[in-house]
């Protein structure tokens, strides 16, 4: 193909796109029993997590591999606000956002300095040390954590409107906005200074690109959307435990941003559901065809490394963009 | 007084199997530049063959040689069949170390679930070959036993072996010629791609090593959802990271140090904070020297 079709997006197409899912999120959300509610939430929350991770390594080119570690500190801050002061849950939320992203300026201080390596076993020490602090203070709640209520549907809903679907409801609804604030983002200055960071470091310099902010900033909002995913978890589990945040949960974020394709926001979707869908079809399988409880349990890991490490070699950028390269040349 | 000196000597020799640890990582980094997290995979599963070779011969003395064979043979495999085809595919990206970690993630869950396929819940017994009752001084049992001389011992010989190979050998030569200038080294004839296997396969057996020696200072007995071999993994890169990742010597250092500390805390200060510490000292570390305690800051150390 010699022509180069270029079709032109513009913000309106993406704001009816995202209108779209809305709708099909609402439309789903009346037809699926409880538990596909739940399992719609967990998609909405790892959406948002997953985002966190490709803003950051995707487009800022830092690696973190404690992502699970900014979700705790979303969902603990979002419990303690709700225990200690009383305050609406959406202030929770707000104030998760806000704490996590003052965390992630401070990591992303140090952050800035180090590369490569270093960046990735300081973000896995991170990973795997904070959430054993709960256990050292009284107030967090130790190992059987601190409970999160993210409140009861309305009763102008009527009485068939289950838990589980209103929260369902309410992670979609974040994710969305957060997704389209995130798209946004990454479409301003500050989205094309971090590409121009990754991209070229000297050549962004002398473009008059302060590296170290840029770098710093890029944390900081990384870390933030990441708060609000942990609060968002912690809403739907009710509960923040230490166990809610192993070290499995960063690695699984990570792998998540793998298969979404980390250098392409699109795809998130992609990993999300591949995180949950995999468990489920795994399962099903194991239950068709295996009668061993063994293969039962084992599958899931399995298949998600083995995906893992077919995407890392078909489609090292990602299933989206293999796609485009595919069809749009 | 006692209670200090125990703790430093349950640190150093804790510390001793970190290092052991980090120096499987730094080797692989070395030669390849890629953080090997399957690094842990392959001690776990080193340690099931000690385990098994134990088990038939009933000698300590043949199966950690044979493990850290095993464990060579694994990690070469590794390197053969999967990073190297990995790595020609993905091309030299520079900065890109992103894709691999999460291919080396990949890999430990793979070996993970294989391990726990064959093994299910039985675990492979690997207790300690000497006594583990610590000497008595001036009436006192102190925390130094033949089982922690033995663990420390079989450690620095390991050391002292491989800087002797790195320093006195060809093949050492080679090692670094080849993951200081890759290009320059093939121009000089140096199989750069063969040295790069015998890294990996150098670094398999010294993770078997820490694998084993963990398992003998530890519980004794290694199952594949073992908690100490992901102590044993984040421990190891913590030291190597600290360390500098480039350097042996930086990987004893950094080990060394994370375990006394870590030791320390736990002993004065509170177990749940032992983690927490690692990070700690980590960022510190990495906050005063970046390029951690040893590492050269830019290019390549041979």
């Known amino acids: 193909m010699g022509v180069v079709h270029k079709r032109h997006v513009t913000n309106k197409h993406r704001f009816i796109g995202f209108v779209l899912i809305g709708l099909l999120v609402y439309i789903l959300s009346n037809t699926v029993d409880e538990w596909k509610s739940f399992q719609g939430a967990t998609i909405a929350v790892y959406v948002v997590a997953i985002a966190s991770i490709i803003l950051l390594t995707g487009y800022s080119g830092q690696i973190s591999l404690g992502h699970g570690a900014l979700l705790a500190?979303?969902?603990y801050t979002a419990a303690l606000t709700q225990i200690y002061l009383h305050l609406p849950v959406w202030i929770c939320f707000v104030a998760a956002v806000l704490v996590t992203s003052l965390f992630g300026a401070l990591l992303g201080s140090a952050a800035a300095r180090l590369s490569g390596p270093y960046l990735a076993g300081t973000t896995l020490a991170l990973a795997v040390g904070l959430p054993s602090i709960a256990n050292q203070f009284s107030f967090l709640g130790g190992e059987q954590g601190i409970s999160f209520d993210a409140g009861w549907p309305p009763l102008s809903f009527g009485e068939a409107f289950t838990q589980y679907k209103w929260f369902f409801w309410i992670t979609s609804l974040a994710a969305l906005i957060m997704m389209w604030w995130i798209q946004n983002l990454l479409r301003s200055r500050y989205g094309r200074t971090w590409r121009a960071v990754k991209t070229n470091e000297v050549a962004a310099e002398l473009a008059g690109i302060h590296l170290a902010r840029s770098k710093v900033l890029a944390f900081t909002v990384s870390a933030g959307i990441a708060g609000m995913a942990g609060a968002l978890l912690a809403a739907t589990i009710n509960n923040v435990s230490p166990s809610a945040f192993p070290l499995a949960l960063s690695f699984s974020l990570a792998t998540g941003a793998v298969l979404s394709g980390v250098n392409t926001l699109g795809g998130v979707m992609i990993g999300a559901v591949a995180l949950v869908?995999?468990?489920?079809?795994?399962?099903?399988?194991?239950?068709?065809?295996?009668?061993?409880?063994?293969v039962a349990s084992l599958l899931p890991d399995f298949i998600v490394s083995a995906l893992l490490i077919l995407t890392v070699f078909l489609a090292p950028k990602g299933p989206i963009e293999k796609f485009w390269s595919r069809h749009v040349k | 007084m006692f209670e200090l000196i125990n703790t430093l000597l349950i640190g150093i020799t804790a510390g001793s199997i970190y290092s052991l640890m980090a120096i499987s990582i730094v080797l692989v980094w070395r030669s390849t530049r890629v953080v090997n997290f399957a690094a842990g995979g392959l001690a776990l599963a080193s340690s099931f063959v000690?385990?098994?070779?134990?088990?038939?011969?009933?000698?300590?003395w043949i199966a950690l040689p044979l493990a850290m064979?095993?464990?060579?043979?694994?990690?070469?495999?590794?390197e053969y069949f999967f990073l190297r085809p990995l790595l020609k595919r993905s091309g030299d990206q520079g900065a890109e170390i992103f894709l691999p970690i999460i291919a080396t993630l990949g890999l430990l869950g793979i070996i993970k679930t294989i391990l726990n396929y064959i093994y299910g819940d039985r675990i492979g017994a690997l207790p300690p070959p000497l006594p583990d009752k610590g000497f008595v001084v001036s009436g006192e049992s102190i925390a130094l036993s033949p089982m922690r001389l033995l663990i420390l011992g079989i450690v620095l010989l390991l050391m002292i072996s491989l800087t002797l190979i790195f320093q006195r050998t060809n093949l050492g030569l080679s090692l670094r010629a080849s993951s200081f200038a890759p290009e320059i080294s093939r121009l000089a004839g140096i199989r750069v791609d063969f040295i790069r296997t015998v890294g990996w396969a150098i670094s398999g057996a010294a993770g078997a090593t820490a694998g084993i020696l963990q398992t003998t200072n530890g519980s004794g007995s290694v199952s594949p959802e073992?908690?100490?071999?992901?102590?044993?993994?984040?421990?190891?890169?913590?030291a190597a990271v600290i360390g500098g990742i480039e350097s042996l010597v930086g990987a004893v250092l950094g080990g060394l140090t994370l375990g006394i500390i870590l030791a320390i805390i736990l002993m004065y200060v509170g177990g749940s904070l032992?983690?927490?510490?690692?990070?700690?000292?980590?960022?510190?570390?990495l906050l005063l020297r970046p390029q951690g305690i040893i590492g050269a800051k830019g290019g390549r150390r041979a």
Do not use: M, Y
């Not at chain 2, 000690?50 to 300590?60: H, M, N, Q």
């Not at chain 2, 073992?226 to 913590?238: C, K, M, R």
């Open chain 1, 73 to 75: 500190i979303g969902a």
């Open chain 1, 277 to 294: 869908a995999i468990p489920e079809i795994a399962s099903l399988v194991a239950d068709r065809w295996s009668g061993s409880e063994s």
């Open chain 2, 50 to 60: 000690g385990a098994a070779i134990l088990e038939k011969t009933g000698s300590f």
């Open chain 2, 69 to 78: 064979v095993a464990g060579a043979i694994f990690s070469a495999f590794i």
């Open chain 2, 226 to 238: 073992s908690f100490e071999f992901s102590l044993l993994l984040v421990f190891g890169f913590v």
């Open chain 2, 274 to 285: 032992v983690f927490i510490a690692a990070f700690l000292i980590l960022i510190l570390v």
